[in-house]
């Protein structure tokens, strides 16, 4: 179900402890030479829906296109919020959401670039609706991050952006968008042993880096590796992964507010 196609009575009737309401955050920003600046979201909005659709009961928001993209900038197209209108914007939409009695509200981000910003979102949201929903964010990549791993060809630093992952994702969602004969492959030097580019790494400092410095065609990893065939596997895992956490989510307790 999509919010944008339902009429106010047919929200209207929903249950509200039962319904998940998602809301995907992605970016525009650049995606190498050949795939498009929408990527992040539209990645972010067919994973929700198919997992939705999967788990019925969970209705899906039109996603805000832009996300944080400041490092992004070097490169034509790429468009930022400033950090503090992604969350005002966020909180704006979730608190409408909570204001029409919604219990359970997810937010599905596809944008590595907004992983800080959804850490606090789902701090200081989950503290202002305490007692009247349960507010839960998430990053579809890092959630599948072992069914990933499995299926993953390219070795470390082949994933990280416009990628394995992402091109072969596209390939499948989107596959007239994606110009692969203008791909690149970049293995970048992130410069420290404790620093990692990888989609799937782990890192524990937390810094700015600039993707123009990274990579000069703002790919990093290897897209060499994708295919549609990966993108459909990819996909499913991602989907199957996010539908389960769906079924989990939906029983999760919300506690009583006290004062
Ligand atoms: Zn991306």
Redesign the pocket.
């Known amino acids: 179900m999509r919010w944008e196609e339902l009429t106010s009575a047919e929200i209207g009737a929903l249950e509200r402890d039962r319904t998940v309401v998602i809301l995907p955050l992605?970016?525009v920003?650049q995606?190498g030479n050949h795939?498009p600046l929408g990527?992040?979201t539209m990645?972010a909005e067919a994973v929700s829906r198919a997992a939705a659709e999967a788990s019925g009961d969970t209705v899906v928001m039109p996603p805000p296109w832009y996300g944080f993209s400041a490092h992004h900038m070097r490169f034509p197209g790429s468009i930022t919020l400033r950090a503090e209108t992604l969350l005002a914007l966020v909180e704006d939409v979730v608190a409408s959401l909570v204001r029409h009695g919604f219990r359970r509200i997810l937010i599905v981000n596809?944008?590595?670039g907004n992983n800080g910003l959804i850490d606090v979102l789902a701090s200081t949201l989950g503290n202002t609706h305490y007692g009247a929903a349960r507010i839960a964010a998430l990053t579809y990549f890092t959630l599948a991050r072992e069914a990933i791993g499995k299926l993953r060809k390219s070795k470390p630093g082949g994933m990280g952006?416009?990628c394995e992952f992402?091109t072969s994702m596209v390939q499948h969602v989107r596959p007239e968008l994606v110009k692969i004969a203008q791909a690149e492959t970049c293995y970048p030097d992130p410069g420290s042993r404790y620093l990692t580019t990888d989609l799937l790494g782990a890192q524990a400092i937390r810094l700015y880096h600039d993707f123009g410095d990274l990579s000069p065609t703002g790919t990093l990893g290897d897209p060499a590796f994708a295919s549609p065939e990966a993108g459909k596997a990819f996909f499913a895992a991602v989907t199957a992964e996010l539908a389960a956490f769906i079924a989990d989510f939906r029983g999760w307790t919300i506690p009583e507010r006290h004062s």
Do not use: K
Request: net charge negative; hydrophobic share 20%.
């Open positions: 992605g970016s920003e995606h795939l990527t992040d990645l596809g944008h590595g952006h416009a992402e």
